[in-house]
């Protein structure tokens, strides 16, 4: 059915969404990342990029926030750009994990040690088949040029957030290490882990982020710069892991009550795919236990719950003025 409503309506919603969900205090910043514990945990964005690249944004929406486990997203659609989607399939796998985002049990308990893009385990995978092989500064190149893409703009890494999480994530050492036991990493597991590590620290924005998902929305054509950056058989792949997997152990309660496909980073930024219709972004610091941000949460599903919109429905929004 077809749900008509201006942008002026739209944009009135979104702001609603803002006003509602400003005052919570719940959650808690991410405080294994000594950088992210001190970040302003009032700031809050919410933005909605539709398929004519129309950007609704309200809030802190120019406010460049650690990406964070978001770039997997990004580094997962390289990575399916390079390989195709039947060999990361085969090379990192596509199964939803059940587990926290950093899950050593996760990669031991499946025989064959298969992940999905999404999770940390897959993620360092993913860095680790990113072409050029061996070559760090290309495949780094790749990799923010592909961000850049996808955002419509580039997104510059955050200096002291890289150097916090650098020296902090020996859970992500293992991990790269025991992948490489289990012939899971395609080149060196210290490289894969620096690269992984340094497009995690990349700054981003609400808005970006929202681009990002619209074009993903959109079958790979980005429509704030105009340009198909994937090719459309590719949409419905990365939407399926965002799906299955965009919310860690809470992706099943996430896509039941929310009704669109989502992925969150510890930053407090969550990308949201309607395929077809839009992209929508929201970033607030405070965390729920599962790492994914309680505001961004709030407001997304405020917004899905009063559009009537599902992505298992039949329901689309036609933009009218
Ligand atoms: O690997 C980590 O722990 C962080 N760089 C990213 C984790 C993350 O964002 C999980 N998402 N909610």
Not at 9 to 23: M, P, S
Not at 47 to 70: H, K, P, Q, R, W
Not at 71 to 100: F, M, W
């Given at each position: 059915?077809?749900n008509?409503?201006s942008?002026?309506?739209?944009?009135?919603l979104v702001?609603e969404?803002?006003?509602?969900?400003?005052?919570n205090?719940?959650?808690?910043?991410?405080d294994?990342?000594?950088?992210?514990?001190n970040?302003?945990?009032?700031l809050?964005?919410i933005?909605?990029?539709?398929?004519?690249?129309?950007?609704?944004n309200?809030?802190d929406?120019?406010?460049a926030?650690?990406?964070?486990s978001?770039?997997?997203?990004h580094?997962?659609?390289l990575?399916l750009?390079?390989?195709?989607?039947?060999?990361?399939?085969e090379?990192i796998?596509a199964?939803?994990t059940?587990?926290?985002?950093n899950?050593?049990m996760?990669?031991?308990?499946?025989?064959d040690?298969?992940?999905?893009?999404l999770?940390?385990?897959g993620?360092?995978?993913?860095?680790?088949?990113?072409?050029?092989?061996?070559?760090?500064?290309a495949?780094?190149?790749?990799i923010?040029d592909?961000i850049?893409?996808?955002?419509?703009?580039?997104?510059?890494?955050?200096g002291?957030?890289y150097?916090?999480?650098?020296?902090?994530?020996?859970?992500?050492k293992?991990?790269a290490?025991?992948?490489?036991?289990?012939n899971?990493?395609?080149?060196?597991?210290?490289?894969?882990l620096?690269?992984?590590?340094?497009?995690?620290?990349?700054?981003?924005t609400?808005?970006?982020?929202?681009i990002?998902a619209?074009?993903?929305?959109n079958?790979g054509?980005?429509?704030?710069s105009?340009?198909?950056v994937?090719?459309?058989s590719?949409s419905?792949?990365?939407?399926?892991?965002?799906s299955?997997?965009?919310f860690?152990?809470?992706?099943?309660?996430?896509l039941?009550s929310s009704?669109?496909p989502a992925?969150?980073?510890?930053?407090?930024?969550?990308l949201?795919?309607?395929?077809?219709?839009?992209g929508?972004?929201?970033?607030?610091?405070?965390?729920?236990?599962?790492?994914n941000?309680?505001?961004?949460?709030?407001a997304?599903?405020?917004?899905m719950?009063?559009?009537?919109?599902?992505?298992f429905?039949?329901?689309?929004i036609i933009?009218?003025?």
């Amino acid at each position: 059915m077809d749900n008509k409503i201006s942008l002026t309506q739209l944009k009135e919603l979104v702001t609603e969404a803002h006003e509602q969900f400003k005052g919570n205090t719940d959650g808690a910043n991410a405080d294994y990342i000594p950088y992210l514990a001190n970040i302003n945990k009032d700031l809050f964005a919410i933005s909605i990029c539709l398929m004519d690249g129309e950007v609704i944004n309200i809030g802190d929406t120019n406010y460049a926030f650690g990406i964070e486990s978001v770039s997997k997203v990004h580094t997962a659609i390289l990575a399916l750009r390079q390989y195709g989607a039947d060999k990361l399939l085969e090379l990192i796998g596509a199964d939803a994990t059940g587990l926290p985002f950093n899950s050593i049990m996760a990669i031991l308990l499946e025989s064959d040690h298969p992940s999905t893009p999404l999770v940390n385990s897959g993620a360092i995978s993913a860095c680790s088949m990113i072409m050029p092989i061996g070559d760090s500064d290309a495949k780094w190149k790749a990799i923010v040029d592909n961000i850049a893409e996808l955002c419509g703009s580039e997104t510059p890494l955050i200096g002291e957030l890289y150097k916090s999480e650098s020296a902090t994530n020996f859970n992500n050492k293992s991990i790269a290490w025991l992948l490489k036991n289990y012939n899971r990493i395609y080149d060196d597991p210290d490289l894969a882990l620096d690269l992984y590590t340094r497009q995690c620290s990349l700054g981003v924005t609400s808005e970006q982020l929202a681009i990002t998902a619209a074009t993903i929305a959109n079958d790979g054509y980005n429509p704030v710069s105009k340009k198909q950056v994937f090719k459309a058989s590719l949409s419905p792949k990365i939407t399926s892991l965002i799906s299955t997997v965009g919310f860690y152990e809470h992706s099943g309660d996430w896509l039941y009550s929310s009704g669109i496909p989502a992925k969150s980073g510890v930053g407090g930024g969550v990308l949201g795919v309607l395929p077809g219709q839009f992209g929508i972004a929201a970033f607030a610091p405070p965390l729920d236990g599962a790492g994914n941000s309680v505001k961004a949460q709030l407001a997304i599903k405020y917004i899905m719950n009063k559009l009537n919109l599902n992505v298992f429905g039949g329901n689309r929004i036609i933009i009218e003025d």
